[in-house]
């Protein structure tokens, strides 16, 4: 075993952005207990977007710093700590979308979160931190205790998030089941890790990658109990059927916002863990097709019954939540779609694809999440019929809600379509038809869940005629919201050839 | 020289954006806007009129551009716009007769509370058939042409709650889709078969003029058919022409501008455009010189017997139609479009007075008109002077370009300059008929009829002005046209013999018509009562509206509602189906979210044993 490494300060430079948002969440602690109880803790929820965009402005100028490297011949990837936290393209590219994602969801809150529903508004805000914290460990570390401590600190500050509308039986509901289920997962994840420390000697994925071929062939049956106890934690983690019960419950009851963050920001860094795991440990059995084919295929599996279980289900709920939660469900087993693809000489950009809906997916959900916020807001409800009349209260907010539901829905010209085509595309060219067959199936039963807004806002009349008021940055995070869906789907090519640009699996995932 | 050439993009840019601009304003805009329409349109006919000046004067080059508008593999589409002296010629012929109509609509159209809607509608119809005539390719054209009969249809059922409008509004449109089905057709072939895919005129000309033989005679004759049909389509010929006599629903400046300038030209010029196609293929010319006679013959005589002032004047465009087609067909272009020009003034003239006319006495059944001549002496004189070069009577406009068709005719196969001669006679017939009824006699209904306001009468005058000058470009002591437009100096000049024939038989014509209309001379019913079969079926339009129902269209009603049961029965109940079986999964999941955590936690613990079982267990069984 190689010796331990410590920190040093030319590190703390790679560590910026991380750094950023733990020195953010402190400062904000304790400006929350000293500041006067009469001060609105809005200012507060504006410190938290200002550390999210200095943390991502911190990404972005790694990113740079990486291309330039790359392109002076240099080694875009930096390893910290003895490989066990890694600083690379893949691990920067979702760290934006959190943190842009989390500072989008920060301001459609404002404004629009009610004191007497949250009363504990400061740390609604700044408890965001930690949590993205968590979801950027977690996307880039390169060793299995690193990966889950990110998720634990991702996942405890989420149970408090879900249960801040203390006053709320739904919402303590929802933290206690989040709790116990979360528990449940984790458990899952790290017996299934246990196991695979237990037979590779290492905790570090490099180091488990490169033996795992003898792994595979000398402990052929704790390598499935290992894959499939972490593919059955992280199918919790992401909502994929029939792991998912929790999550309609749970997104009902947290408060919107917080249930936007759930969707897009935790969903993704499970994901990005997911990634991490299996394209060191899995991608290397090529010397064992029938266990890594086993393992691909319980993952695809499980695609399938997400995507037919939560088109399904959405077609019947009536409350927004819920029904945005089972559509969510079935978005997971889309984005779970591309990890299951063999990655071919003809087929190598399931990082692409994968990276692609992720961003629609984040962009319509928080846009969809903050249009409800602020609907729910008026109408006093969560339920469909809320939405009724929406066209004539406030037509723009409509017009707005209809990109982002045809952006769900995969319709043209949005990111959602290009999205899922990206990933249809993917599962044709390595012959997953099956999987291609159930993506348009469910695509086309999902129109039905989707156009019932609309029936909604345009057809039926609402009981009140008062105008619908946004808060100003509610507004502002709506709007980009839909000016992203709609560019993802006017100008794919431009994201795509950047995504192509900076990500390559051999430099990203497989170099030391 | 080409300096206004270059800009010759703008002139269809002016039309289409005052109807952009009227139709964003949406009725605020008012009677004002509708001058917006107006002045759009006399932008366009004085940069036309600057361009078609720059060809007359000097020796200016044809002048084209385009842009690459969408590349696909190694097959790339293009846009672009060419200015040659036949275009341009067009350009002319368009803008004036738009403008004109613009102006009228200003009085005619003055009560109507959709005003803006209609020159909106004006504009954008204009505005698609100078992009028609522009189009340096095909496809842009086709664009342009399938806008044209959109604008068609919008203008022809402007009045839509009148039933007879909206029916004739969708005739229009199926029965000339018809037609636009053939050219696509040929359009695609054309693709097909192409050197390089090229779909330009210069391209085709260059294949097709040179006699190449890149394509084969048998295809080139399909293509030359197909692209006719397009033609008589648009162009109202037989058996495509229903749907012209029933556009007359629609008001009647749209009717003029249908008739002299827009929609049915569009016809006469795409077979001039395409040209060296027919010229490639002698069958497709026989076809286009037979169905041209036929068409003239035909519709002339079943003018004779129609009542209504417009449908009499549909007909006679449709009967001069023909002659233009006649012309194409035996070889002449010239002659053609040197018809389809001075056609324009006198048609719209004759089409504006009706208009005058059915704005002064509020009937279109000249059966009930009588005596106008006193009270409307500016528009029966004009009337009269359309009526005139119409039937032929020089030296009126009409009368030099018929000469031109009949003595291309009489050159290429006597038997066509018989039958264009005889249908000659009928025109003068019924235009004498139509202008004894309406303007001499006593009024036979007591309607107060009134002089129109001077906005409708100014563009009368100038049209008389031109249906009576415009002929002399090309006379059969100067060629001056047909060289300009060919290029060509060899033009055959026409000879005395079919003068004078032409003369005599339109003079005739009017003749016996004033004898039976007007003196009374003879018996109006001589015809009638002793052949009253002939009559009915004349009056009945030969039964050909009827015939289409019973052959084309009760079938396809009957087809179409055995596909309906199908699709309701068959499809809906698939659709229905797939519905219930997605429901019932619903239902399931449902029942699976019970609010019990400790049931979800049992149901992944489930799904873990299950999935590894079925994937994982298979291996060790």
Known sequence: MAPLTTLSWSDAWYLAPEITLSAFAIVLTILDLFAPKSWNRNFIGWLTVLGLAVAAGFVVWLMLDFKNAGATGGNPVHDLLGGSYRVDDFGNLLKLVFLGSSGFIVLASLGSVRTADVPIKGEFYYLLLPAVLGAMVMSSSGDLVTLFIGLELLSITSYILVGSRKRNGLSSEAAFKYLVTGGVASAFILYGMSFLYGIAGSTNLSLIGQNIGQIVTDYHALVYVAFFLMTAGFAMKVALAPFHAWAADVYQGAPTPITSFLAVVSKGAAFAMLYRIFMNTVFFMQNTPAVRDDIYLALAVLAAAAMIVGTAGALRQRNVKRLLALSGVANAGILMIPLTLRVTQLHSSIFTEFFYYLLAYAFMNIGAFAILTVVSRGSGNESLSGFAGLYHRAPWTAVAMTVLLCSLAGLPVTGGFFGKLFILFGTVQTGSYWLAAILLVTTVVSYAVYFGFIRQMYLRSGNEDTGLRIPGPAAVAIWICVAATLALGFLPKVVLDWIDALFSIPVDFLSK | ?621
């Open chain 2, 1 to 621: 020289m080409t300096v206004f050439a270059e800009y010759a993009w703008l002139v269809p840019v002016f039309p289409v954006a005052a109807f952009a601009v009227l139709i964003a304003m949406g009725r605020g805009a008012g009677r004002p806007g509708a001058w917006i329409g107006t002045l759009a349109t006399l932008l366009s006919l004085i940069l036309s009129l600057c361009i078609a000046g720059e060809r007359i004067s000097g020796k200016a080059e044809d002048y084209s551009a385009h842009y690459h508008w969408l590349q696909v593999g190694n097959i790339s589409l293009s846009a672009g716009y060419e200015v040659t002296n036949l275009t341009s010629l067009m350009l002319v012929i368009v803008t004036l007769v738009s403008f004109l109509v613009n102006l009228y609509s200003q009085g005619y159209m003055r009560d109507d509370d959709r005003m803006p809607t209609f020159f909106a509608y004006m504009g954008l119809f204009t505005g698609s058939m100078l992009g028609l005539v522009l189009a340096d390719n095909l496809l842009t054209m086709y664009i342009f042409w399938e806008l044209v009969g959109v604008c068609s249809f919008l203008l022809v059922g402007f009045w839509f709650h009148k039933p007879e409008a909206k029916a004739a509004a969708k005739k229009a449109f199926i029965v000339t889709r018809i037609g636009d089905l053939g050219l696509l057709i040929a359009i695609l072939l054309l693709f097909w078969y192409m050197p390089n895919h090229a779909l330009d005129f210069s391209t085709l000309h260059n294949v097709f003029a040179t006699q190449s033989g890149v394509i084969a005679t048998g295809i080139t004759t399909w293509i030359a058919l197909l692209i006719f049909l397009g033609a008589v389509g648009k162009s109202g010929q037989f058996p495509l022409h229903v749907w012209l006599p029933d556009a007359m629903e629609g008001p009647t400046p749209i009717s003029a501008l249908i008739h002299a300038a827009t929609m049915v030209a569009a016809g006469v010029f795409l077979v001039a455009r395409t040209f060296d196609i027919f010229q490639a293929s002698p069958a497709a010319m026989h076809t286009v010189a037979i169905i041209g006679a036929f068409t003239a013959i035909f519709a002339a005589t079943i003018g004779l017997a129609q009542n209504d002032i417009k449908r009499i004047l549909a007909y006679s465009t449709i009967s001069q139609l023909g002659y233009m087609m006649l012309a194409l067909g035996v070889g002449s272009m010239p002659a053609a479009m040197f018809h389809l020009f001075t056609h324009a003034f006198f048609k719209a003239l004759l089409f504006l007075g009706a208009g005058s006319i059915i704005h002064g006495v509020h009937t279109q059944d000249i059966r009930e008109m009588g005596g106008l001549g006193r009270k409307m002496k500016t528009t029966a004189w004009t009337f009269g002077i359309g009526a005139l070069a119409l039937s032929g009577i020089p030296p009126f406009a009409g009368f030099w370009s018929k000469d031109a068709i009949l003595t291309a005719a009489l050159d290429k196969q006597p038997i066509l300059f018989v039958v264009g001669a005889v249908a000659a006679f009928f025109t003068a017939l019924y235009m004498a008929r139509l202008f004894f009824l309406v303007f001499t006699g006593n009024p036979r209904n007591d309607s107060h009829a009134h002089e129109s306001p001077a906005v409708m009468t100014i563009p009368l005058v100038v049209l008389a002005v031109l249906a009576v000058v415009a002929g002399f470009v090309q006379t059969p002591f100067n060629g001056w046209f047909a060289e300009w437009l060919t290029g060509d100096k060899a033009v055959e000049h026409g000879s005395g013999l079919v003068m004078v024939v032409s003369a005599a038989i339109g003079l005739l014509g009017v003749y016996l018509g004033w004898l039976i209309y007007a003196k009374g001379a003879i018996r109006r019913d001589v015809v009638s009562s002793r052949m009253p079969g002939l009559v009915k079926l004349l009056e009945n339009k030969y039964y050909i509206d009827e015939l289409y129902h019973l052959l084309f269209v009760k079938p396809l009603y009957a087809l179409g509602k055995v596909l309906n049961a199908f699709d309701d029965y068959v499809v809906d109940g698939v659709v229905r189906l797939a519905g219930q079986s997605a429901t019932g999964l619903g239902r399931l999941n449902a029942r699976l979210q019970s609010g019990q955590v400790q049931a979800y936690t049992l149901t992944a613990l489930i799904g873990l044993v299950i999935l590894a079982l079925a994937i994982a267990g298979r291996r060790f069984w």
